[in-house]
């Protein structure tokens, strides 16, 4: 195996951790302060990044393609972290991540429309219509609890609608473009800030920032982690696979989010929310996994 096959699956463990741990550090580094802290987190990814795209001597492209790619990144950025952020505010970590599980059914029916090689067949329809199912019974969960609880699932499932679309476009985007993963995060993350930035002012002008341990560790770990690392691989993957495929990290997502935040957070388990994560797993390996079995039918 040579450096790039094995940097790939490398690139995408790392990613189903880093996914599996954010909704649980945004929650814990959010406080009283979300916008304040989505800022924070962006100021410490963009300051790790550009720091090493300076040691990298890689440069940031300026061009009308860099340009482009920066401006679309720069505004999923915002809207899905700011909504992801307000979320967390609502609802339990782990139903971010089981909300966030549908991302693939989102972009591989998005990428359906541009991707030839990710048309719909059956099966995959009924893989979408699984996680519709399981969609469903995060809704009915949100409505049983209380009026914050569908606020937080509409907003989480807005984010993660927003980053479904710009995967798709950003794929297009950036396949056959000469720019690092770094560079595309750089880029990205700088062009956002001052969004955050006026948000903030304006949401939060005087923000009441959580201090403790645990909430400046988590902000420390998002801004490392969650944003520096997390968005340069998955940049490094959606220059390498399908937009679709990417997603299909989300596979796995839903549980280690759900389990992460019951053990971790001591935060309910809900009978619906497990089984529509149970769901949305089943249709995800139903939309990916049974057209490589040779099924052409139902």
Do not use: H
């Not at 560790?217 to 944003?227: E, P, Q, V």
């Not at 340069?232 to 399908?242: C, H, N, P, Q, W």
């Not at 990417?246 to 009978?271: D, F, M, R, Y």
């Amino acid at each position: 195996m040579n450096v790039e096959k094995l940097a790939v699956p490398l690139a995408v463990i790392t990613v189903i951790v880093v996914w599996s741990t954010t909704p649980l550090a945004i929650q814990w580094s959010s406080g009283g302060a979300p916008m304040t802290s989505a800022l924070l987190r962006v100021i410490i990814g963009v300051t790790v990044c550009a720091a090493a795209i300076m040691a990298l001597r890689q440069g940031l492209p300026m061009n009308k393609a860099a340009l482009r790619i920066y401006a679309v990144g720069s505004i999923s950025a915002f809207l899905a972290m700011s909504l992801f952020y307000a979320a967390a505010q609502l609802i339990p970590s782990g139903w971010i991540a089981v909300l966030f599980g549908v991302s693939p059914l989102m972009t591989g029916a998005l990428s359906a429309l541009v991707e030839p090689e990710t048309r719909l067949t059956p099966s995959r329809i009924a893989g979408l219509l699984l996680g519709i199912g399981g969609l469903y019974l995060v809704f009915s969960a949100g409505l049983k609890l209380e009026e914050a609880s569908f606020s937080g699932v509409v907003l989480s499932l807005l984010a993660t609608l927003v980053s479904s679309v710009t995967s798709v476009v950003s794929r297009q985007l950036v396949k056959d473009q000469p720019l690092s993963g770094m560079q595309i995060t750089t880029g990205n993350l700088l062009f956002a800030m001052p969004l955050f930035l006026i948000a903030a002012l304006i949401v939060e002008p005087s923000p009441n920032i959580d201090t403790s341990t645990r909430a400046i560790s988590s902000l420390i770990y998002l801004g490392l982690i969650g944003t520096g690392l997390g968005y340069t691989l998955y940049y490094f993957l959606l220059k390498r696979v399908t937009a679709n495929r990417i997603s299909l990290i989300a596979l796995i997502t839903p549980i280690t989010g759900l389990c992460l935040s019951s053990w971790l957070n001591q935060e309910p388990l809900v009978t619906e929310v497990w089984i529509g994560a149970a769901l949305v797993c089943v249709g995800l390996s139903l939309y990916e996994f049974k057209p490589r079995l040779g099924l052409r039918t139902l």
